[in-house]
């Protein structure tokens, strides 16, 4: 079992950046696929960004490629998302998520392990 945490969100100005970190403790942090997800109100939950065990594959949304970098410090149980030129439409909570597996997907469904969540709220 691994139990999510999520930390850094808050209020930026359009453009602006963030970095969100998901800390991971009851489990070996190395064997889990990480995903970030996120959910505004009124949509379902979407994924945002995916990273694989060792770090050396990265998934992301077509809305945020580019802008958005996902990474992991397994040393430290952490995993990121860095999150940089915000819009509005980004505004959401946002859910580091985990599975065992060999590969990221991008299906909300796949993952059993979740944290609280972190509210990012962009304004124009």
């Known amino acids: 079992q691994v139990q999510p945490v999520e930390s850094g969100g808050g209020l930026v100005q359009t453009g602006g950046s963030l970095r969100l970190s998901c800390a991971a403790s009851?489990?070996?942090?190395?064997?889990?696929?990480l995903a970030w997800f996120r959910q505004a109100p009124g949509n379902e939950r979407e994924f945002v960004a995916g990273i694989s065990r060792a770090g050396g594959s990265t998934k992301y949304a077509d809305a945020v490629k580019g802008r958005f970098t996902v990474s992991r410090d397994n040393a430290k149980n952490t995993v990121y998302l860095q999150m940089n030129s915000l819009k509005s439409e980004d505004t959401a909570g946002y859910y580091c998520a985990a599975r065992p597996g060999v590969a990221v997907s991008t299906s909300r469904f796949e993952y059993v392990f979740w944290g609280q969540g972190t509210q990012v709220t962009v304004s124009s």
């Open positions: 009851g489990g070996t942090f190395s064997d889990y696929i």
